[in-house]
């Protein structure tokens, strides 16, 4: 009989000690592999949750859905219609129209791209992530836009020559 107040620990068998060896072995091998299932589906959790970029066609449908973006986040006024309509008045879809014969233009300054803005009024109402070129038509939509809107509170505001 043991004494008291000793604890005597029972004899395992070999069996039962192979169950707790394999056990814990097995539950060894899987961690690592349990962690790197999780590891490698964090990333694309990641890139999932991230809105794809917005990709526009390269014509006056695309730009002026762009420039419609790009106004948003800048709180920039005006809409499709306002601005189709003025582009067509202005250049017909060219953004690569230039007016050499009226005023601006002899002074110097010809009116460019497919709102016809010249080149101070361009700087002065640029937008920044657009280009730095009044022929680029996201960035001349854009500025146009802008200096409409300072002048005439948005481009659906303006129905002539500005």
Known sequence: MPATGTYRR????????????VGTGAAALLLPLIG???????????????APAATYANNLD?????????????????????IHRNVMRESSGNPRAINNWDSNAAAG????????????????????????????????????????AAKYGSIDNV???Y
């Open 109 to 148: 300054t010809p009116s460019k791209g497919l709102l016809q803005i010249i080149d101070p009024t361009f700087r002065a109402y640029h937008v920044p992530g657009t280009a730095m070129d009044a022929y680029d038509p996201v960035a001349n939509i854009t500025a146009a836009c802008n200096y409409a």
């Open 10 to 21: 029972r004899k395992s068998t070999s069996l039962t000690r192979g169950f707790i060896a």
């Open 62 to 82: 695309g730009w002026i859905k762009e420039s419609l973006a790009v106004m948003a986040e800048h709180g920039i006024p005006g809409s499709y219609d306002g």
């Open 36 to 50: 790197a299932g999780a590891a490698s589906a964090a990333p694309a959790q990641s890139v999932s949750a991230a």
């Open 159 to 161: 129905f002539g020559a």
